[in-house]
Nanobody, 119 residues
Framework: QVQLVESGGGLVQAGGSLTLSCAAS????????VGWFRQTPGKEREYVGM????????YYADSVKGRFTISRDNARNTAYLQMSSLTPEDTAVYYC????????????WGLGTQVTVSS
């Protein structure tokens, strides 16, 4: 069992940066891949990117590639989403999720943290 808690959301001006954290409980966190997703009201949840269990491999949606960076510190049971060059279109609730490495599904989800980018 893994429990995830996101933090670091808030209000930022367009062009600014923000780093989200995803703190996990459970000793098996280091064996899971971590994905980041976002959702705005009335829209489907959008995939942002993911990092494999070791942190060696990362993948990003085209909409954030070059602006967002995912990393993890397994010793601290924490994953991160560094966001830069933010635009109002990045405004959303951001979720982290953990899943079996190598699969495309995520079994554990956090409750999300709100990111609002003002123009």
């Amino acid at each position: 069992q893994v429990q995830l808690v996101e933090s670091g959301g808030g209000l930022v001006q367009a062009g600014g940066s923000l780093t989200l954290s995803c703190a996990a409980s459970g000793r098996t966190f280091s064996t899971y891949a971590v994905g980041w997703f976002r959702q705005t009201p009335g829209k489907e949840r959008e995939y942002v990117g993911m990092i494999n269990w070791s942190g060696v491999s990362t993948y990003y949606a085209d909409s954030v590639k070059g602006r967002f960076t995912i990393s993890r510190d397994n010793a601290r049971n924490t994953a991160y989403l560094q966001m830069s060059s933010l635009t109002p279109e990045d405004t959303a609730v951001y979720y982290c999720a953990a899943g079996v490495d190598g699969s495309s599904s995520y079994q554990y989800w956090g409750l999300g943290t709100q990111v609002t980018v003002s123009s």
